[in-house]
């Protein structure tokens, strides 16, 4: 039987960390850090249970199920499982995180010497996704040499920052936000949506359940326990980036108030503290990691895409880059915005999954449970994120008495209450079923 050693654990346990390290990672923290100021604490643990704890269990529960996206959704049935996929791949793909790259390596780089104008943000996205598209036809080795090029600077610029920030922090910590004053740890929790992660590690489990597969291993118990591991090394990680960023942020009231959005948080802090060489190291850095992610994220779409449709893999990747490209130019505080409510309507679907799936010992028949709970889970999700739109008046009105509704949360008492219905059910008619190894 092959056993890892503890070099390979930690290589793993590096590469799970740069699988997740992306321009969501980098731009939220400042700007809830700004908006929590002295709440800082209970807004940050909001923010890691969603941008840390949620991916790791992802992780975990796919690695049990043999590191599948198709297998975690099987007891939905094929249709619904297909629907879900669909929605996270467009959603990681070229709905946001993709366009999030291209406007956030523009916001670092290029929006400091032109401003935020139309024009240089429609030039450099055309230059931009050139190089993606070029790159994800034509992927070879040059974008795995990029990416084990970029990883390591990225982390040694954030180490350097981290190490100012703590040291020589722009101020003390700032005023809260009205948004931050009720409810800091609900509105971190919520905030911790926007890096996608979760969704991103629905996509990823396959990536390192391989990659354990590939060193050797084989039996199922200790692919699920090294994939635990290399999670729990790049939680550590992705934690250390999160608190230094949120702190960075609760301390530079005094020099980016009148910041819109994360990237004008980070640039005027190092603008701040390092001028404009220092600015426009981290612009190169960020824009490079960015580039390498919106490659990888619109390769995985167009695997995944061309498989599903009688289209080629070469047709998705253009269309989807080409949409990528119109949804940059909204500019990334419009992206953001818009972003918001689809998150808020689709992440209590993967959290509800993940907790069914952890918990499938339990259950004696999976379909029994997983159908209603998820379908209950879609509609309250999806009241939550129209209540979080333009078109909250859709809604009905009784909506806004459940508990938690006013915080995004809504669904999460239907849904208990769901649970705790049709897991009786099945103690009582669910029939026995054998359970993954």
């Known amino acids: 039987m092959t056993r890892l050693q503890g070099s390979d654990l930690l290589a793993l346990g590096f590469m799970t960390f740069a699988l997740f390290l992306g321009a969501g990672n980098i731009i939220f923290p400042p700007s809830a850090g700004l908006a929590a100021g002295s709440n800082l604490l209970p807004a940050a643990f909001g923010f890691l249970l969603t941008g840390v704890g949620l991916p790791l269990l992802t992780v975990v529960a796919l690695a049990r199920v043999g590191g599948g996206m198709d297998n975690l959704t099987a007891p939905l049935g094929k249709v619904a499982g297909t629907a879900l996929a669909v929605a996270v791949y467009l959603a990681i793909g070229p709905l946001f995180a993709t366009p999030r790259t291209a406007v956030v390596s523009f916001e670092m780089g290029i929006a400091p010497f032109s401003g935020d104008e139309p024009l240089p943000l429609m030039l450099y996205t055309i230059a931009y996704f050139a190089v993606v598209l070029f790159l994800s036809l034509n992927p070879g080795r040059l974008v795995d040499r990029i990416g084990k090029f970029i990883t390591p600077v990225l982390l040694a610029a954030l180490l350097v920052l981290g190490g100012a920030v703590l040291f020589a922090p722009a101020g003390g910590l700032g005023v809260v936000q009205d948004s931050y004053r009720e409810a800091p740890l609900v509105q971190g929790f919520l905030q911790g949506y926007l890096t996608m992660d979760t969704l991103g590690a629905l996509v990823f489990g396959i990536v390192i359940a391989s990659a354990i597969r590939e060193r050797g291993v084989s039996d199922a118990r200790l692919v699920t326990r090294y994939s635990v591991i290399a999670g729990l090394i790049a939680a550590t990680g992705l934690s250390l980036v999160y608190l230094t960023l949120f702190y960075l942020g609760a301390t530079s009231q005094g020099i980016a108030a009148d910041a819109q959005n994360g ?143 006013d915080q995004s949360l809504g669904w999460l008492v239907p849904v208990l209450i769901a649970l705790a219905v049709v897991a009786l059910l099945d103690r009582c008619i669910g029939d026995r079923q054998p359970k993954p190894a």
């Open 263 to 405: 990237v004008q948080v980070l640039t005027t802090y190092v603008q701040h503290t390092f001028g404009t060489i220092g600015s426009l190291l981290l612009a190169v850095v960020i824009t490079l990691a960015c580039l390498t992610t919106a490659v990888g994220l619109l390769t995985a779409c167009g695997e995944f895409f061309s498989k599903l449709l009688p289209v080629s893999y070469r047709v998705v990747v253009s269309v989807f880059g080409l949409f990528s490209l119109v949804v940059a130019n909204q500019g990334l505080t419009q992206l953001i915005s818009f972003s918001v409510p689809v998150l808020v309507g689709l992440y209590p679907l993967a959290i509800v999954l993940i907790a069914l799936s952890l918990a499938s010992s339990l259950w004696r028949s999976s379909s029994l449970v997983f159908v209603p709970v998820m379908a209950v889970t879609l509609i309250f999700g999806v009241a939550d994120g129209l209540a979080a739109s333009a078109y909250s008046a859709i809604v009905p009105s009784w909506f806004a008495q459940l508990p938690l509704a």
